[in-house]
């Protein structure tokens, strides 16, 4: 809780402020926009504020309400919008690092002749304002907030109607000037307000402009409803001066309120209302002017007491001593105060006090926490500038908070992504924007049956792309082998454009759903890819063994003819130097991992994916991201070893297209393990008799082929 701090302007430089603020209340100050919500024509209202209809939407439908009592021309329409699960929004333009007040007002009026009262949410760009509850069809909801603009455009956005249909009847925006409304926490916070009181009014209206140029709405005391300045202390007294205050302070008050307050004769004062939005951290300021007569005797003394808050009831208020004078401003706050729902507070004199306290007016505003949206924000502005005259591109707010716009999906952080553009069929022109392909976390790029001109860009940076559908567009150029640096890559379709070209092979090879028809000019490399994208790793990979098995025979029959001895001194294979990849090691030499490596790429062997008669086989995965299949001998034999040198001797030598890639060996600690190329799609069993066989049958020439081509690698 920090004590708020006033620095008085020398009298003369006040006097010009108040001087222009008080020859400005004869005309509309700028930075004002007073948007009537559903009016179809522009007028100015008794007060002088200069009112704008709305019929710029292209959103929502209007609706003409009457309500007993209310006659203003502003409250006798309002704009509702479908119940649905888009945002509507307002697009106001500002200057930045400006300050403003927006107002924005609902009266219900039974517009829809349904009864349900309406619940939905308002929201000021990515922040959510406030949850917008009609309890009476005939009683105006108001919501303020004070902001720092950040950006020279603001987006407040109906969205999330629980009942009902959201709807809004003004909208106004109020520029503020030099430091009103000043908070050392402006940056991150708005402040929303939850209560501006003129204490002492001599009637139930509100005070507001011109009397307050900014147009904030001072509500009187004197106003009856529920939970509003109730068990007020017996002896308030209304007083009240005609002579001129002096304004000189940071929320410049109008004239009116200041001159205007409640006396506790009885040496209290006593309120307890209810304040929107709390419990949480608010901003809290009381205006005092002495607008009494004092004899030189006497004197006015007090403290605020605040339930629960010790620290507060500390500071002695003595307004004429404090304000430097009569009929002067004294404006003393807390601009981080911890403050309740129901509010009780007391103003009670001090013991030397000769007079009960005295209080002209107060707010209270409660900090709200800035949302800063979705993390790709600017990128996917760029795009929609391109479409900006397309119904699509309307949307306003953020791209994902408080709700996504109707063509995309984003991600729950906290800053969220965007995941999912649904943009089918919606007459894009053009080349396909570059700004997409910032878009770091999508998933699925949905362009097809659109007009789309040029190359397919580089998708690199959008890693986690799964599906990307460019179908029935006019797209040129060559099927970019960029595409292979997508690791999740599961759908690719670009059927019926103008592409040309060699479709890259291993795209041919990975595991996608590629349709490619419809491009004359675009074609396959070889036969070999026109294979289905079956990878039989696990058969070839037997193939190997089997190999392996009639050459080792060879070479123990072979072995016979020498003495023990000396197999002895031959069995152990002679140690490569590590090299830092495949390409470097010698054409006829395998390359020799550590123990280590093998358990940091398999984690500790952690993850069984076969076994044989040679060992078991477990999943790796090396530091440069390469997979790998890791068979370990089980039988630590002297022929299981000699077994295992002829095998590495020979897979070292022994290089074709329908072999698994041999990777390398080890031979540790009496451990001796081979190390081969994963092969994600399952073994050859599976595939012709498994379970693998529901999914997609293998006809009988494609069964011969792969037959031909295990025998090619025997």
């Known amino acids: 809780m920090e004590r708020r701090r006033r620095l008085l302007l020398p009298f003369s430089v006040a006097s010009v402020l108040i001087l222009l603020l008080l020859d400005s209340s004869s005309a509309q100050m700028p930075g004002f926009v007073s948007l009537n919500c559903g009016g179809n024509e522009n007028f100015t209202d008794e007060i002088g504020l200069q009112w704008i209809a709305d019929d710029h ?25 479908p119940a649905d699960s888009r945002k509507y929004c307002y697009k106001l333009d500002v200057i930045t690092r400006t300050r403003y007040l927006i107002r924005a007002t609902f009266l219900y009026g039974n517009f829809d002749n349904n009864n349900v009262y309406p619940k939905f949410d308002i929201s000021l760009g990515p922040t959510h304002w406030s949850t ?12 303020e907030l004070i902001f720092l603009a950040s950006s020279p455009k603001i987006d407040v956005c109906l969205s999330n109607a629980t009942t009902g249909q959201p709807f809004i009847s003004t909208l106004e925006l109020r520029q503020f000037n030099g430091s009103v409304y000043l908070t050392p926490f402006e940056d991150r916070y708005y402040l929303s307000v939850s209560a501006r009181i003129n204490f002492g009014a001599d009637s139930e209206a509100p005070v507001r402009y011109p009397d307050d140029p900014f147009d904030r709405i001072w509500e009187s005391d004197s106003l009856k409803k529920a939970n509003y300045l109730v068990d007020v202390a017996a002896g308030t007294e209304k007083v009240s001066t005609k002579l001129p205050i002096d304004l000189r302070s940071d929320e410049l008050p ?48 007090f403290r605020l007491v605040l339930p629960g808050q010790p620290d507060v009831s500390k500071a002695i208020v003595n307004i004429q001593e404090n304000a430097q004078g009569k009929y002067r401003v004294y404006e003393p706050g807390y601009t981080n105060l911890s403050l309740p729902f129901v509010l009780s507070f007391k103003f009670g004199k001090t013991y030397d006090s000769s007079r009960g306290p005295l209080l002209n007016a107060m707010e209270i505003n409660k900090y709200l926490e800035r949302n800063d949206g979705s993390i790709d924000g600017v990128a996917i502005v ?3 500038s391109l479409y900006s005259s397309a119904d699509w591109a309307q949307e306003g707010g953020d791209p994902c908070l408080p709700v996504p716009w109707s063509w995309l999906q984003c991600n729950s952080d906290p800053q969220p992504s965007i995941t999912v553009i649904h943009l089918s069929s919606k007459n894009l022109t053009g080349n396909i924007p570059s700004d997409l392909t910032k878009l770091s ?26 599906i990307i559908h460019l179908e029935d567009n006019q797209l040129t150029g060559p099927l970019p082998s960029s595409l292979m640096n997508l690791p999740n890559l599961r759908e690719l379709y670009v059927q019926n454009n103008m592409l040309s070209g060699t479709v890259p092979s291993s795209l041919l090879s990975k595991n996608v759903v590629l349709n490619y028809a419809g491009n004359i000019n675009l074609h396959e490399g070889g036969r070999g890819a026109k294979h289905l994208n079956i990878i039989i790793g696990s058969s070839v990979g037997a193939a190997v063994l089997l190999l392996a098995t009639v050459v080792s025979c060879l070479f123990m029959h072979k072995g016979k003819k020498n003495n023990y001895d000396k197999e002895q001194h031959r069995h152990s294979l002679p140690v490569q130097r590590p090299v830092s990849s495949l390409n470097d090691a010698p054409a ?18 952690e993850k069984k994916i076969g076994s044989g008669g040679f060992g078991v086989v477990y999943y790796g995965k090396l530091k440069d991201g390469k997979e790998i299949a890791v068979k370990v001998l089980t039988s630590n034999s002297y022929q299981g070893k000699r077994e295992f040198t002829n095998e590495v001797t020979l897979l070292s030598r022994i290089h074709h297209r329908n072999l698994v890639q041999f990777l390398g060996y080890c031979q540790e600690e009496g451990r001796s393990v081979l190390v081969y190329e994963f092969m994600h799609n399952g073994t050859l069993k599976e595939h012709l008799y498994g379970t693998l066989t529901h999914e997609q049958r293998i006809n009988w020439i494609k069964r011969l082929e792969i037959a031909e081509d295990a025998a090619k690698g025997l």
């Not at 307050?261 to 002017?289: I, K, Q």
């Open 57 to 81: 939407l292209i959103y929502g439908e209007i609706s003409n309400i009457s309500v007993a009592n209310e006659t203003r021309k502003q409250y006798m329409t309002l704009r509702h919008f």
């Open 132 to 143: 917008i509850v009609i309890s009476d069809a005939a009683t105006i909801e108001v919501r």
């Open 254 to 301: 109008p004239q009116k309120v200041m001159q205007t307050a409640v006396v506790g004769t009885n040496g209290s004062l006593t309120y307890r209302l209810n304040l929107d939005g709390f419990p949480g951290f608010g901003w809290a300021v009381t205006y005092f002017a002495e607008i009494e007569d004092l004899d030189p005797d006497e004197s006015r003394k």
């Open 382 to 384: 760029s795009v929609i």
């Open 441 to 466: 976390s999508l998933v699925e790029l949905w362009l097809d049956g659109n007009s789309l001109t040029g190359p397919i860009p580089d998708f690199s940076g959008c890693p986690d792309l799964r």
């Open 588 to 605: 006829e030499a395998a390359h020799c991992f550590t123990l280590s490596d093998i358990e940091d790429a398999t984690k500790m062997l």
